[in-house]
C-alpha cells in the first residue's frame, strides 16, 4: 500500500503563492507518476499537473501552465506543486494521488488508485 499526505494548503490573495508537498509511504517504489487534482463542490475533479517519478516528464492542464510547476525529491519520497501566480479560480481542494501503470491518462482521476487526504487552497480577489 501507499500513503500519501499532503500538506502547504492556505489562503492567499490573488497573484500570490503556495508550494504544496506530497509525501509518500508505504511500497513507494510501486509508483511511477504522482497526479495533483483539485475539486471543488458541484464539480468534477480536475487534473492539475503530473509527474513521473523516474524519468521526471511533467504534464500541466492548460489552465495552469505557466504558473504551476510541480517538482519531485525522490530521496524524500516528495513531490510538490509551486504554485504561482494564483487566482480565485484556482481556489479548490487539491489532491495528490498516486498510481502505478504505466501510459494512461494522466488527468484521469479513475487510473489513480491512492490518494491524499486532500488540502484547501483558496485564493481571494
Known amino acids: 500500500q501507499v500513503q500519501l499526505v499532503e500538506s502547504g494548503g492556505g489562503s492567499v490573495q490573488a497573484g500570490g503563492s503556495l508550494r504544496l508537498s506530497c509525501a509518500a509511504s508505504g511500497y513507494t517504489y510501486s509508483v511511477n507518476s504522482i497526479g495533483w487534482f483539485r475539486q471543488v463542490p458541484g464539480k468534477e475533479r480536475e487534473g492539475v499537473a503530473s509527474?513521473?517519478?523516474?524519468?521526471?516528464?511533467?504534464s500541466y492542464a492548460d489552465s495552469v501552465k505557466g504558473r504551476f510547476t510541480v517538482s519531485q525529491d525522490n530521496a524524500k519520497n516528495t513531490v510538490y506543486l509551486q504554485m504561482n501566480s494564483l487566482k480565485p479560480e484556482d481556489t479548490a481542494m487539491y489532491y495528490c494521488?498516486?498510481?502505478?501503470?504505466?501510459?494512461?491518462?494522466?488527468?484521469?482521476?479513475?487510473?489513480?488508485?491512492?490518494w491524499g487526504q486532500g488540502t484547501q487552497v483558496t485564493v481571494s480577489s
Open positions: 509527474i513521473y517519478r523516474i524519468s521526471g516528464v511533467v
Open positions: 494521488a498516486a498510481k502505478s501503470k504505466y501510459g494512461g491518462s494522466w488527468y484521469s482521476s479513475n487510473e489513480f488508485p491512492y
